[in-house]
């Protein structure tokens, strides 16, 4: 009987060691490699006493988590481009988290962890996002703007109704001559469309952008809306339908007052439009996305490129 008893004990206590040194060898570890998808949700795995990193193509401006008690991000600025997940508790927990990088861009996350008990579950130590094409348009794209971050000596030098001063001062720059051509809109934030093209059924808009505000602004990506009205049976309604950017060029995302810069978007161009309806241009600053400065934009654009 005690032969039994000892065994039994025996048993139990060969089971408790390996259980033990089972908990103590490290989970089975992902790095993970996806392209930047908008419109899907990536799940990451996570563990207790572990961290897990995510690196975005671009720099991140705010993370936001949907349970602070069962999950902490971190972001630091010395690393602008990583954020770090990891579970606060030992008991299992989901939630999401929400990246937000400095162009606009929204990175959605769905988070789980299994616990401490759940030893069996691999863990995504790594999460690497590459981006589905470039930030800036390839050089296929010619610009016809005037240079990066010119300062503005005068403010005539962005009025379209500026003239040169007679006397003997010196002819105004190509530049200045291009800038004082163009029909500005804005007060403080001035945009101006400069050229369009057409190839195929890509549009291709070329434009300037001046800060004429007393403080240094930061730039959002450019949007594209087809706007009009539409009859109601007592009012008219103002619709705006956005439409699919598919690429931009930004020359300064961070202008200073009194300067200058210039950009470029490209777009499928809707196949017709209503006679009330007129492509639109959006520019805004990061601080004021509630109002944007709205720009109209050709809907053929010349036989030569050239600005209208």
Known sequence: MKIRTSLVHLT????????????NDPPQAHIMSLTLDLQSVTLLHLRPG????????????????????AFKGEHSEAEPRLVFFKPTGGKPARSNALITTRSGREVS???????????????D????????????????????LIGELKTLSDERSV????????????????????????????????????GTEERGSNMTVAFSIA????????????????SGTAKQKHHKAIRAEPVAVKDYRLAARRL????????????????????REQLLLQVAQAEEVDRPVLVPIVFVAPANGAAK
């Open 159 to 194: 009025n379209s109704k500026s003239t040169p001063k007679p006397g003997g001062d010196e002819p105004p720059s190509s530049s200045l001559r291009l800038a004082r051509q163009l029909d500005w809109y804005g007060k403080e934030l001035r945009v101006a469309v400069a």
């Open 50 to 69: 572990f961290v897990s990193s995510v690196r975005l193509p671009e720099e991140v401006s705010s993370v936001v988590l949907g349970d602070r008690a």
């Open 125 to 144: 130590y790594v999460l690497e996002y590459q981006p589905q094409r470039s930030f800036l348009i390839p050089t296929a794209y010619p610009s016809v």
């Open 256 to 275: 200073p007052t009194g300067a200058t810069t210039e950009g470029t978007v490209v777009f499928e161009r809707p196949a017709f439009k209503e006679s």
């Open 12 to 23: 139990a206590l060969c089971f408790l060691i390996c259980r033990a040194l089972a908990q």
């Open 109 to 123: 996350l769905t988070l789980v962890s299994d616990g401490a008990s759940g030893h069996s579950e691999p863990v």
């Open 211 to 226: 800060n004429h505000s007393p403080r240094t602004v930061e730039l959002l990506p450019p949007q594209v809306q087809l």
